[in-house]
Nanobody
Framework: VQLQASGGGLVQAGGSLRLSCAAS????????MAWFRQAPGKEREFVAA????????NYADSVKGRFIISRDNTKNMVYLQMFSLKSEDTAVYYC??????????????????WGQGTQVTVSS
């Protein structure tokens, strides 16, 4: 699976952005997909994940109620809609995929495929 993230940019606090992740590979529809982020000087952290079927999304507490993860298996796409952005959301955002049929996890070490990252900057 190859992943290509896009949609980042500069936005004011309180604004919205939608990130997209295009995936190639026949096993995409069988894989849990997730978004992680990494701010300067910090470790990569879990943001959200979605199962292969699109059900049971999981969110980090810091984004719950503000971010929505979704996927379209017909287009091999995963999205992260972000609302009410805060300055602490500033980071490079990465999409990631587990190997097919694995149980959903929030730990980055269980994700085998990573996109190149897209920068999100929220100005206060």
């Amino acid at each position: 699976v190859q992943l290509q993230a896009s949609g980042g940019g500069l936005v004011q606090a309180g604004g919205s952005l939608r990130l997209s992740c295009a995936a190639s590979g026949r096993t995409f529809s069988a894989s849990t997909m997730a978004w992680f982020r990494q701010a300067p000087g910090k470790e990569r952290e879990f943001v959200a994940a979605i199962s292969w079927s699109g059900g049971s999304p999981n969110y980090a507490d810091s984004v719950k109620g503000r971010f929505i993860i979704s996927r379209d298996n017909t287009k091999n796409m995963v999205y992260l809609q972000m609302f009410s952005l805060k300055s602490e959301d500033t980071a490079v955002y990465y999409c990631a995929a587990e190997k097919p049929w694995r149980e959903m996890t929030a730990s980055p070490r269980f994700y085998d495929y990573w996109g190149q990252g897209t920068q999100v900057t929220v100005s206060s």
